[in-house]
């Protein structure tokens, strides 16, 4: 039986969040004064330390068990030919992950990590959301029970990310519900589209939107229903999963921030325990974390998905708390402070 079995008790969870801890927080900026280094010189690796302390509710913030969650799923959108992949490459690459084969095998070993891949339900496609809801509830509430028991026992991080063929247009529909706007400011070229297919694509969120227009600005997790996908409900129930368990998260690209965005939208403070972990250079990747107020640790370039973003992110955190647990304060290098 799924986790969640109403979207009453699937927005009950969602606003009901516990927050972080302050004063694990609070020690980590007065240990970090008394470091042999002028205040702030290291910059956001500080309040990176701060923020990991804070989530994890330990004064001493620890990256001893990383785990990466890659949800895959299949989206009926491709039948408006969103994309220049064919559905099958979602299973295909899902058996390229198992082989060691693909980019996050190496990353998330790189990152000390490890990796689980969960392909959901590949061989039902979501419905064509541009005529009907891509999910009907039992579907929705299954995927985000999915994500949500994914997360595993003792992990101090998450890194989250996807793998589907169409589902940046999914990813552009949900966001463009939720803050607004339409295809052509949210729809890009995701795996490689040529200019007839980045038409269809902002074409399919646009006819989706007019579909679904009663739900547009009113209720989020029906928007996440009536136009995600499988693979963005297990990436949203996993980010509710790390907040009630005290995890720390790093978000992937577009399609996984968009994910988690209708949490944002539910309440306030709700992706606090979440960094985007780099800007995709999927088009309006940038403009949506501008909108949820978050400023990506990263920006080289990627939109491969899949948490490569995110493991690599890792390192990142990894020389946070390095810094943090193994400098010297003044007192004990002999080093003299500010007088």
Same mark, same amino acid.
């Given at each position: 039986?799924?986790?969640?079995? =109403?979207?009453?008790?699937?927005?009950?969870?969602?606003?009901?969040? /516990?927050?972080?801890?302050?004063?694990?927080?609070?020690?980590?900026?007065?240990?970090?004064?008394?470091?042999?280094?002028?205040?702030?010189?290291?910059?956001?690796?500080?309040?990176?330390?701060?923020?990991?302390?804070?989530?994890?509710?330990? /004064?001493? /913030?620890?990256?001893?068990?990383?785990?990466?969650?890659?949800?895959?799923?299949? &989206?009926?959108?491709?039948?408006?030919?969103? =994309?220049?992949?064919?559905?099958?490459?979602?299973?295909?690459?899902?058996?390229?992950? =198992?082989?060691?084969?693909? +980019?996050?095998?190496?990353?998330?070993?790189?990152? +000390?990590?490890? @990796?689980?891949?969960?392909?959901?339900?590949?061989?039902?496609?979501?419905?064509?959301?541009?005529? $009907?809801?891509? $999910?009907?509830?039992?579907?929705?509430?299954?995927?985000? =029970?999915?994500? &949500? %028991?994914?997360?595993?026992?003792?992990? %101090?991080?998450? !890194?989250?990310?996807?793998?589907?063929?169409?589902?940046?247009?999914?990813?552009?529909?949900?966001?463009?519900?939720?803050?607004?706007?339409?295809?052509?400011?949210?729809?890009?070229?995701?795996?490689?589209?040529?200019? +007839?297919?980045?038409?269809?694509?902002?074409?399919?969120?646009?006819?989706?939107?007019?579909? &679904?227009?009663?739900?547009?600005?009113? %209720?989020?997790?029906?928007?996440? $229903?009536?136009?995600?996908?499988?693979?963005?409900?297990?990436? @949203?129930?996993?980010?509710?999963?790390?907040?009630?368990?005290?995890?720390?998260?790093?978000?992937?690209?577009?399609? !996984?921030?968009?994910?988690?965005?209708?949490?944002?939208?539910?309440?306030?403070?709700?992706?606090?325990?979440?960094?985007?972990?780099?800007?995709?250079?999927? +088009?309006?990747?940038? $403009?949506?974390?501008?909108?949820?107020?978050?400023?990506?640790?990263?920006?080289?370039?990627?939109?491969?998905?899949?948490?490569?973003?995110?493991?690599?992110?890792?390192?990142?955190?990894?020389?946070?708390?390095?810094?943090?647990?193994?400098?010297?304060?003044?007192?004990?290098?002999?080093?003299?402070?500010?007088?």
């Amino acid at each position: 039986m799924p986790r969640f079995t =109403s979207l009453a008790g699937l927005y009950a969870a969602c606003r009901e969040l /516990p927050e972080g801890d302050e004063g694990a927080a609070a020690a980590v900026a007065e240990r970090q004064a008394r470091l042999t280094k002028p205040p702030g010189s290291l910059g956001r690796l500080e309040t990176l330390a701060a923020w990991l302390a804070r989530w994890q509710r330990q /004064p001493m /913030p620890t990256l001893e068990h990383v785990q990466v969650l890659v949800f895959a799923g299949n &989206h009926g959108v491709t039948a408006q030919g969103v =994309s220049p992949y064919p559905a099958a490459v979602t299973a295909q690459m899902v058996a390229n992950f =198992s082989a060691g084969g693909a +980019a996050i095998n190496q990353l998330a070993a790189l990152a +000390a990590a490890r @990796l689980d891949v969960i392909p959901l339900a590949l061989e039902r496609p979501t419905r064509d959301f541009t005529e $009907m809801p891509a $999910m009907d509830e039992a579907e929705f509430l299954d995927a985000v =029970s999915v994500g &949500h %028991d994914a997360v595993g026992a003792g992990a %101090d991080l998450l !890194c989250l990310g996807e793998m589907g063929i169409g589902n940046t247009t999914a990813g552009a529909a949900v966001a463009a519900a939720l803050f607004g706007g339409g295809g052509a400011r949210w729809a890009g070229r995701g795996t490689g589209v040529d200019d +007839a297919g980045l038409a269809r694509k902002r074409a399919a969120v646009d006819a989706a939107l007019a579909r &679904h227009a009663p739900l547009l600005g009113r %209720d989020p997790l029906r928007i996440a $229903m009536a136009l995600g996908g499988r693979e963005l409900a297990a990436i @949203l129930g996993a980010t509710l999963a790390a907040r009630r368990r005290g995890v720390p998260v790093l978000l992937d690209g577009f399609v !996984c921030t968009a994910a988690a965005a209708a949490l944002a939208r539910l309440a306030a403070g709700a992706l606090d325990h979440a960094q985007v972990a780099h800007v995709s250079s999927e +088009a309006g990747h940038r $403009m949506l974390a501008e909108e949820l107020g978050m400023v990506p640790l990263l920006d080289l370039g990627m939109r491969l998905g899949e948490a490569s973003g995110a493991a690599l992110a890792v390192h990142v955190l990894r020389a946070a708390v390095a810094c943090h647990s193994g400098m010297a304060t003044f007192a004990e290098a002999g080093v003299s402070d500010r007088s």
